[in-house]
């Protein structure tokens, strides 16, 4: 595999080369996985050995319908079946939920889950990139977030909670308040698939209020949570319309046996789950321990059951990968080709403690030893990121998110001068030369230019019913708001002058819009964090019932 290891990462359009892949190359086993994330404990030996006995039935018949599979699963967790459906996995209910409910915008913090990101570009619709900041531990500020989002004007906002690949948490309190603030949306998704194996809070879901909402959707894995990536299953719930809009477009079979097996096997063993789940936190905290002691290495702190880390200064993350696996058949998730990330930074699946020795000897030989084939050059040796990296900068940078190029607005915006007048990557986003109008609140500063505060409030929710911002009688053109001389000459413009609330044309190609930014200028410009320690160990789920529906 030594030889072939390179091409097996660039030869496919996942991030990472499948399980069988890795396991033909080699000897006949896979390595020890610390890629994908799924749940070591469950499901049980007893279980597999159940599902081994029926295999043969398994493959041979077809499914129920997916309504019979979602009626059971609904039963064990509590929830009304008009409000849920199933999918053959979280990425095929996201691809429904572009087709179906995204118009023409999407708001996306970054880096996080690549679908939410590379899905509506595909179709066409503009994404709206919100960096999470190195320098504050990758946290997402709600009230910057939201501000961002009205700059932008975006239609439908995507919130990770834990967002991956980081693990980065959000209170249950602050989401409800987003989505009060935000309830003019077209849609809000809250993408909750690692939620199960957060702790920070003894109930941290909001499928409650989302199925009380008329634009919210909360997205659920079965897949990660039961250890079952192969068998593709996951489920959304929403208000019984927005739900039955998804359920509509499903086959009647999306669902699998192995899925149909799984689901009815659960209500025997809610409890191994609920210990699994605790098992898994437990190993979260001991494993950011033994990772935090490696010099140079950054750990942050993760609500999912995946640590990110950032590797010592000079290391590169292709080639502390490709070692990793063929000198320690270990394999890990460089995230050189995440929107937001560098091939500086590892996601880390928390696995059981034997294994977890295992991968900190060989992070400690491959980052630190004598050993052939040093994974960490000399400083600006190394290529920048990885594989993947540049096609995704490249479409980026000549879209801007947009994807395929917008329908002509109704009223062009000609500009007065040269038609893109911008530098190419403006380093610190001038205000002066933004083409989209300032949000109509108080002249915000771009999210990504200032750290973090401690709990700002929202931006107050608009009032129930409310025109949909009127324009002025006669909307001026949106050039770039400049003094009084005509003269292109640069100017120092200390600060932003709000624009009239004109028709917003589409941002042109490669030029970063008014609080967003273009691939290029998201990658390499956070800071190294400081004082950041794991999340505490609390909630967990009590062992003698089966969890509800928020994992609790």
Same mark, same amino acid.
């Given at each position: 595999?030594?030889?072939?290891?390179?091409?097996?990462?660039?030869?496919?359009?996942?991030?990472s080369p499948s399980m069988a892949a890795l396991t033909r190359e080699g000897d006949?086993?896979?390595?020890?996985?610390? /890629?994908?994330?799924?749940?070591?404990?469950?499901?049980?030996? %007893?279980?597999?050995?159940?599902?081994?006995?029926?295999?043969?039935?398994?493959? !041979?018949?077809?499914?129920?319908?997916?309504?019979?599979?979602?009626?059971?699963?609904?039963?064990?967790?509590?929830?009304?079946?008009?409000?849920?459906?199933?999918?053959?996995?979280?990425?095929?209910?996201?691809? $429904?939920?572009?087709?179906?409910?995204?118009?023409?915008?999407?708001?996306?913090?970054?880096?996080?889950?690549?679908?939410?990101?590379?899905?509506?570009? *595909?179709?066409?619709?503009?994404?709206?990139?919100?960096?999470?900041?190195?320098?504050?531990?990758?946290?997402?500020?709600?009230?910057?977030?939201? *501000?961002?989002?009205?700059?932008?004007?975006?239609?439908?906002?995507?919130?990770?909670?834990?967002?991956?690949?980081?693990?980065?948490?959000?209170?249950?309190?602050?989401?409800?308040?987003?989505?009060?603030?935000?309830?003019?949306?077209?849609?809000?998704?809250?993408?909750?698939?690692?939620? *199960?194996?957060?702790?920070?809070?003894?109930?941290?879901?909001?499928?409650?209020?989302?199925?009380?909402?008329?634009?919210?959707?909360?997205?659920?894995?079965?897949?990660?949570?039961?250890?079952?990536?192969?068998?593709?299953?996951?489920?959304?719930?929403?208000?019984?319309?927005?739900?039955?809009?998804?359920?509509?477009?499903l086959p009647k079979w999306n669902l699998n046996s192995f899925a149909e097996h799984?689901?009815?096997?659960?209500?025997?063993?809610?409890? *191994?789950?609920?210990?699994?789940?605790?098992?898994?936190?437990?190993?979260?905290?001991?494993?950011?321990?033994?990772?935090?002691?490696?010099?140079?290495? !950054?750990?942050?702190?993760?609500?999912?059951?995946?640590?990110?880390?950032?590797?010592?200064?000079?290391?590169?993350? !292709?080639?502390?990968?490709?070692?990793?696996? !063929?000198?320690?058949?270990?394999? &890990?998730?460089? /995230?050189?080709?995440?929107?937001?990330?560098?091939?500086?930074?590892?996601?880390?699946?928390?696995?059981?403690?034997?294994?977890?020795?295992?991968?900190?000897?060989?992070?400690?030989?491959?980052?630190?030893?004598?050993?052939?084939?040093?994974?960490?050059?000399?400083?600006?040796?190394?290529?920048?990121?990885?594989?993947?990296?540049?096609?995704?900068?490249?479409?980026?940078?000549?879209?801007?998110?947009?994807?395929?190029?917008?329908?002509?607005?109704?009223?062009?915006?000609?500009?007065?001068?040269?038609?893109?007048?911008?530098?190419?990557?403006?380093?610190?986003?001038?205000?002066?030369?933004?083409?989209?109008?300032?949000?109509?609140?108080?002249?915000?500063?771009?999210?990504?230019?200032?750290?973090?505060?401690?709990?700002?409030?929202?931006?107050?929710?608009?009032?129930?019913? %409310?025109?949909?911002?009127?324009?002025? &009688?006669?909307?001026?053109?949106?050039?770039?708001?400049?003094?009084? %001389?005509?003269?292109?000459?640069?100017?120092?413009?200390?600060?932003?002058?709000?624009?009239?609330?004109?028709?917003?044309?589409?941002?042109?190609?490669?030029?970063?819009?008014?609080?967003?930014?273009?691939?290029?200028?998201?990658?390499?410009?956070?800071?190294?964090?400081?004082?950041?320690?794991?999340?505490?160990?609390?909630? $967990?789920?009590?062992?003698?019932? $089966?969890?509800?529906?928020?994992?609790?």
């Amino acid at each position: 595999m030594a030889g072939n290891v390179t091409s097996l990462f660039r030869g496919g359009a996942a991030h990472s080369p499948s399980m069988a892949a890795l396991t033909r190359e080699g000897d006949g086993t896979g390595p020890v996985d610390f /890629c994908i994330p799924c749940n070591p404990y469950f499901p049980t030996p %007893a279980m597999y050995d159940e599902l081994s006995a029926r295999l043969r039935e398994i493959i !041979t018949y077809y499914p129920s319908s997916a309504d019979t599979i979602t009626g059971e699963l609904c039963s064990l967790l509590q929830l009304p079946p008009q409000c849920v459906a199933m999918g053959n996995g979280s990425t095929e209910l996201i691809t $429904w939920i572009d087709h179906l409910l995204v118009r023409e915008s999407l708001a996306v913090p970054v880096p996080t889950f690549g679908r939410w990101t590379d899905q509506p570009m *595909e179709t066409g619709k503009r994404v709206d990139m919100f960096p999470l900041q190195e320098a504050s531990g990758f946290a997402l500020d709600l009230a910057q977030y939201a *501000e961002f989002i009205r700059a932008r004007r975006t239609r439908v906002a995507v919130i990770c909670n834990p967002n991956n690949p980081d693990g980065g948490y959000v209170r249950k309190q602050s989401v409800v308040q987003f989505m009060d603030a935000m309830a003019d949306l077209d849609l809000i998704v809250i993408d909750e698939s690692f939620l *199960e194996f957060a702790d920070a809070e003894a109930d941290p879901s909001v499928v409650q209020e989302a199925m009380l909402r008329p634009n919210v959707i909360v997205l659920r894995s079965l897949g990660k949570n039961f250890g079952l990536h192969g068998v593709r299953f996951g489920y959304l719930v929403a208000n019984p319309a927005l739900a039955g809009k998804v359920r509509a477009m499903l086959p009647k079979w999306n669902l699998n046996s192995f899925a149909e097996h799984v689901v009815f096997m659960l209500k025997e063993h809610g409890a *191994e789950y609920a210990q699994s789940l605790q098992q898994v936190r437990r190993d979260r905290l001991e494993m950011a321990s033994h990772l935090s002691a490696l010099p140079g290495l !950054t750990v942050y702190p993760s609500q999912g059951n995946f640590l990110f880390v950032r590797l010592p200064v000079g290391a590169e993350g !292709t080639l502390v990968r490709d070692r990793m696996l !063929t000198e320690h058949r270990i394999l &890990v998730r460089e /995230c050189g080709n995440k929107i937001g990330s560098s091939s500086r930074f590892l996601r880390l699946v928390v696995r059981p403690q034997v294994d977890v020795r295992r991968l900190v000897s060989g992070l400690e030989q491959v980052l630190y030893g004598s050993r052939r084939g040093a994974a960490v050059p000399e400083l600006g040796t190394g290529t920048s990121y990885s594989s993947g990296t540049a096609a995704v900068d490249r479409l980026m940078s000549e879209t801007n998110g947009r994807g395929m190029p917008a329908a002509p607005q109704p009223t062009p915006t000609p500009l007065p001068t040269a038609p893109q007048p911008l530098p190419a990557a403006p380093q610190p986003l001038p205000a002066a030369a933004q083409p989209l109008p300032a949000a109509p609140q108080p002249t915000p500063v771009p999210a990504a230019a200032q750290p973090a505060p401690a709990q700002q409030p929202l931006p107050a929710a608009p009032q129930p019913m %409310a025109a949909p911002a009127q324009q002025p &009688v006669a909307p001026v053109p949106q050039p770039v708001p400049v003094p009084a %001389a005509p003269q292109p000459a640069p100017m120092p413009a200390p600060a932003p002058v709000p624009a009239p609330a004109a028709a917003v044309a589409p941002t042109p190609p490669g030029v970063p819009a008014r609080g967003g930014l273009t691939a290029a200028q998201v990658r390499g410009m956070t800071a190294p964090a400081t004082g950041l320690t794991p999340a505490p160990a609390t909630g $967990w789920p009590n062992a003698q019932s $089966w969890p509800n529906a928020a994992g609790a």
